[in-house]
């Protein structure tokens, strides 16, 4: 079955970074597009970035644009989100996510999600 295993969160200043990291297992990596949503406390779960499966087209949330970088590397069955500038307001439990389907793009829907990552910044 398909895995996705998130970390790299932790607590952190603000204007400060992390890189958060998502391994996938159970099938080819490759073939898949990638996302990274995030929920606050109290919060509903948002979208953050998405990455097409060849990582050619990127997606973000105006939040987090100019700011929060995310890449691939298919060779690695890894995702990654860098996160620069970080705010108080981003601090939020993060989530990778794939769809089921194989698409060129950006997908509107997915099907699997980690378990999250914590991430913390403190002002």
């Known amino acids: 079955q398909v895995q996705l295993v998130e970390s790299g969160g932790g607590l952190v200043q603000a204007g400060g970074s992390l890189r958060l990291s998502c391994v996938a297992s159970?099938?080819?990596?490759?073939?898949?597009?990638m996302g990274w949503f995030r929920q606050a406390p109290g919060k509903e779960r948002e979208f953050a970035a998405a990455?097409?499966?060849?990582?050619?087209?990127?997606d973000y949330a105006d939040s987090v644009k100019g700011r929060f970088t995310i890449s691939r590397d298919n060779a690695k069955n890894t995702v990654y989100l860098q996160m620069n500038s970080l705010k108080p307001e981003d601090t939020a439990v993060y989530y990778c996510?794939?769809?089921?389907?194989?698409?060129?793009?950006?997908?509107?829907?997915?099907?699997?999600w980690g378990q999250g990552t914590q991430v913390t910044v403190s002002s």
């Open positions: 990455i097409s499966r060849t990582g050619l087209s990127t």
């Open positions: 996510a794939s769809p089921n389907t194989v698409e060129v793009g950006i997908p509107q829907r997915y099907d699997y």
């Open positions: 159970g099938r080819t990596f490759s073939r898949y597009a």
